[in-house]
């Protein structure tokens, strides 16, 4: 008789008080102990199963059972792992960060600061910033060793929208490149998952956790 056929069987003989499958998760053991019963009672007393059969089914639940054990310690874990990231999460707080934007609003007199990552070698690198309307205020040259990343500063800003262009030259032509600016996190928000962790960094906007190009160390 197959597993099938029995649980068809087990359903019909009376066993509503002892349900095979209980809801949010299944206890395997009582489980194959119903069908144990089923097949024994519905088997043709003329020609009995061969044990090996049911040793065999007994087995298979137990194999069934350690994977859902398995995949409910796994669960627990990354609820864990979860939960753990949230927390590092809000001690960003207070923390200056580097994120990958060009464009930063000043709301008192300060500094804007970031660096930007080479790739590939160049002659040059240059970084340009521009205020609101769009005019060139200061420009550097930066220190350059190769490959890597070159750190900027544009000191003592006034209050106001800003905008940093960076460009590296080589052999006669110019690249653009990414800034990334610093900017301190003023509020971590959550959301349904993890995956949904805001940083509001103070006159950059927001950003997800894996936008976080580096901590920035404070000297």
């Given at each position: ?42 088997q043709n007393p003329l020609n009995p199963q061969d044990g090996t059969q049911f040793v065999s089914q007994l087995a298979q639940f137990s194999s069934l059972e350690s994977l859902q054990s398995i995949k409910q310690n796994t669960a627990d874990t990354q609820t ?140």
């Amino acid at each position: 008789m197959s597993v099938n056929s029995v649980s068809s069987a087990v359903s019909t003989t009376g066993t509503s008080n002892n349900p095979i499958i209980a809801s949010n998760g299944s206890d395997l053991s009582n489980m194959f102990l119903n069908l144990l019963v089923a097949q024994i009672s519905h088997q043709n007393p003329l020609n009995p199963q061969d044990g090996t059969q049911f040793v065999s089914q007994l087995a298979q639940f137990s194999s069934l059972e350690s994977l859902q054990s398995i995949k409910q310690n796994t669960a627990d874990t990354q609820t864990s792992l979860n939960t753990l990231q949230v927390l590092d999460a809000t001690k960003l707080v207070g923390t200056e960060v580097n994120v990958q934007t060009g464009t930063q609003v000043l709301e008192q007199q300060g500094n804007i600061k970031g660096q930007v990552n080479l790739s590939a070698a160049a002659d040059s690198v240059t970084a340009q910033l521009y205020n609101a309307d769009g005019e060139l205020i200061e420009q550097q040259q930066l220190p350059y060793s190769g490959q890597g990343t070159l750190n900027f500063q544009f000191d003592d800003q006034d209050a106001g929208a800003y905008t940093v262009k960076v460009y590296a030259q080589s052999n006669g032509l110019s690249t653009n490149l990414q800034p990334w600016l610093s900017g301190q996190v003023e509020r971590v928000s959550v959301g349904n998952s993890v995956d949904d962790i805001l940083l509001q960094v103070n006159g950059l906007g927001n950003f997800n956790l894996s936008d976080i190009n580096q901590l920035v160390t404070q000297s």
